[in-house]
Structure formats: C-alpha cells, structure tokens
C-alpha cells in the first residue's frame, strides 16, 4: 500500500483536525444553502404577487414593470457594507487583479446584465397577456431548458433522483396551470395570448441560459467564492439591466403614461407607489437567492428552487386575493414538496458518498501515523 509521506506531529494533527473541520464546513454549507432558498422563495412569491397586483389595479407599463425587476439593487448594497472584511485579499498577490481580467468580468456583468434586462421585458409581457396559471406552466419549462444548458456548458450530471425532482416539479406546476387556464383564459385576446405564450416561453428559455452562464462564470473566469462576489454579480448586473429598462421606458414614450398611470390606480397613489418599491424590493431578495444557489451549489438547483414557488404562489393568493383552493392545487403543491425532497434526497447519497471518501483518506493517515510510529520505536529498542 502507498501511503502519504508527512511527518508524525503532522499526520497526527492532520488526523485529529480532518473530522471537525469537515462536520463545520458542512454545517456550514447547509446554512447558506437554507438562507438562499428563503431569500427566492420569500423573494419570487412576493414579487409574483405584486406584479399581478400592479396590473389589477390599473398598472399597463411594461417597461415600468420590467425596471422594479432590476432597479432595487441598492438594497443589495447594505451587507456589502455590512460587511467590509469580505473585500480583504487573503494575501497580497491576489490584490493585483490583471487589467485583462478587469476587462472580461466587465464585459461579462454588461453582457449579464442586458440579457437580464431583455429576460425581464419578455417576462412582463407574458404577465400582463396570459393568465397567472398560465405564466406559471410555461415558466416551469425553465427546468428542461436548463437542463440542456447546464449538460453543455456547466457538465451538469443527471442521476434519478435529480430526474424524479425535475419531472415532479414541472408536472405541479403543470397540473396547476391547465387547471386554471381552462377556468380564465377565454377573457384575452387570442393575438396578444399568443405573444404572451411566446414571450413568457422565451425568457423561460433565456432565464435558464442566464443561471448556467453565471454558474459558468463563477468557475472559469471569477474564480472566488466569497459572499462579496456574489453580492457584485448582482449589483452590477443589475445596473445594466435597470439601464436597458430606463431607456426603453423613455424610448417607448411609456413615461409619459406614468403620472396617469399613478392617478388612475385603483388603491391610490401611495399604493402605486409602494406597490412598485416593494415589488423592486422582493425581486433583489429573490435575485440574491438565485445567485446565491448557483454560488454554493449550482444552476440546475437554483432553477428547481425557483420552480417551487410556482405552485406556492396560489396558496398566498387565496389569503391574499381570495381565490379558491382547489383539490388540484393541494395536489400540485404536493407534488412540489415531494420533487424538493427528492432533490434533497440525492444530495445526501452525494453527502454520504463524499463522507465515505473523507473516512478513507482519515484512515489511510491513521494507518500512516502507526507505521512511522512502529518505525521509530522499533528504531529506538535497536540502538539501546
């Protein structure tokens, strides 16, 4: 057998410290990992909400609707300064960024960050022309255009289980959009449905492309894994897309609706108002979570999270727009949570699977240390 040379203090300390640290760093892990799917479920169901709420109470700006998606990103900006150590470089070397890379991550955030803003065009079309039940179908095709993304550009392994959480979830919220979409599609014109499928198909399309080319970019050109990272990829590329939206507001003439828009909001202009920061608001807390999920595990994961939230909204509908709960929304809401567990159930096998690995090389290191402590104490009896 081949075994590790180091010397014994050091197999030693080796040995007793591996366990610790890896039981931490795990803990760890799971802790981000809880906090991120917080942040996108409490994150995209609210901002769901709201945005159903601006058009039913008198809201028609596309380009207005496609800005708060984007424009709250300084409220990404507190923990950033929250937290100033996270900018410290580990040493000095990795102070000097190449002018190079400067230039690729830019590049890289303005790229992001116009498709983003394009993402959330084609998003708020498909929210103002087909039903909610509807939007929520066609967003849970994400899944399968994800998959194909993260196959190609992020390697992404299939297993069972991560197939069973894929099928799951996309049929919750397929049983709960041809359910609803039979009640209440009759009363949209059939040209702007149609445009309303198309888009909402798209930017699920584009969404999915979007998390893979950020996974994309944390592993082959950022490079760091630290929350400061992360909180940047959402700043900036928010930004970019909060441009897009401002000169497309402007450049459709649709701000000049704005100030009749607020006037002829059914709750009144404070509503409007608030209506439009909150939902600003909930989708950076939801972004972040996005970002997050792709950062600690990956985009595959981030998508299937968001997924959930697609047959979780109804359920705060009926508290908060008094719609009916139906038994098909029991059963879709159902099937959601079982398609998270299973989710959750291949990454234990993938937990288990890397601890088994742990405790081999924590055994081949004890076998280490006996052998060179049978070496010197046979070592030391010769020489008496």
């Not at 584009?206 to 990829?233: A, G």
Request: glycine residues 8%; charged residues 10%.
């Amino acid at each position: 057998m081949n075994y590790l040379i180091l010397p014994v203090d050091q197999a030693e300390s080796v040995s007793g410290t591996t366990t610790t640290s890896t039981i931490k760093k795990r803990w760890q892990w799971w802790l981000l990992v809880f906090l991120n799917i917080f942040f996108l479920l409490i994150g995209e169901t609210a901002a769901t909400l709201l945005g159903r709420f601006y058009y039913n109470q008198g809201g028609n700006s596309k380009w207005m609707a496609t800005l708060v998606q984007s424009a709250g990103f300084p409220f990404v900006c507190i923990p950033l300064l929250l937290f100033p150590s996270n900018r410290q470089p580990p040493s000095p070397a990795a102070a000097v960024t190449p002018p190079a890379l400067r230039l690729k991550i830019a590049l890289i955030y303005l790229g992001l960050g116009i498709i983003i803003g394009v993402d959330d065009l084609m998003y708020s079309y498909g929210l103002l022309y087909v039903p909610v039940s509807t939007y929520s179908l066609i967003c849970a095709t994400q899944l399968a255009f994800n998959a194909v993304f993260s196959y190609y550009l992020n390697s992404q392994k299939f297993t069972a289980c991560i197939l069973n959480s894929v099928v799951l979830l996309t049929l919750s919220a397929a049983i709960l959009g041809f359910n609803e979409a039979s009640e209440s599609s009759g009363s949209i014109p059939k040209v702007k449905y149609v445009l309303g499928f198309m888009l909402t198909l798209g930017a699920s399309a584009t969404y999915s492309l979007i998390l893979s080319l950020m996974q994309l970019s944390f592993q082959k050109v950022i490079q760091k894994e630290t929350l400061t990272v992360v909180l940047e990829v959402q700043i900036y590329t928010s930004l970019v897309a909060s441009c897009v939206a401002v000169v497309g507001l402007f450049a459709s003439g649709e701000w000049k609706g704005l100030k009749g828009e607020m006037e002829g909001f059914e709750k009144g202009k404070v509503s409007y108002v608030m209506t439009l920061v909150w939902t600003g608001l909930s989708w950076q807390l939801a972004s972040v979570g996005v970002v997050g999920l792709i950062f600690v595990v990956s985009s595959l994961f981030s998508n299937v999270i968001s997924t959930i939230a697609l047959p979780v909204v109804p359920v705060f509908a009926v508290i908060f727009f008094h719609e009916k709960m139906g038994g098909i929304k029991v059963v879709a809401l159902l099937l959601a949570i079982w398609g998270f567990a299973s989710y959750l159930y291949q990454d234990y096998l993938d937990y288990r699977k890397a601890k088994k690995v742990s405790e081999h090389v924590e055994l081949l290191v004890s076998e280490h240390v006996e052998l060179l402590s049978g070496h010197r104490g046979g070592g030391g009896g010769r020489d008496c």
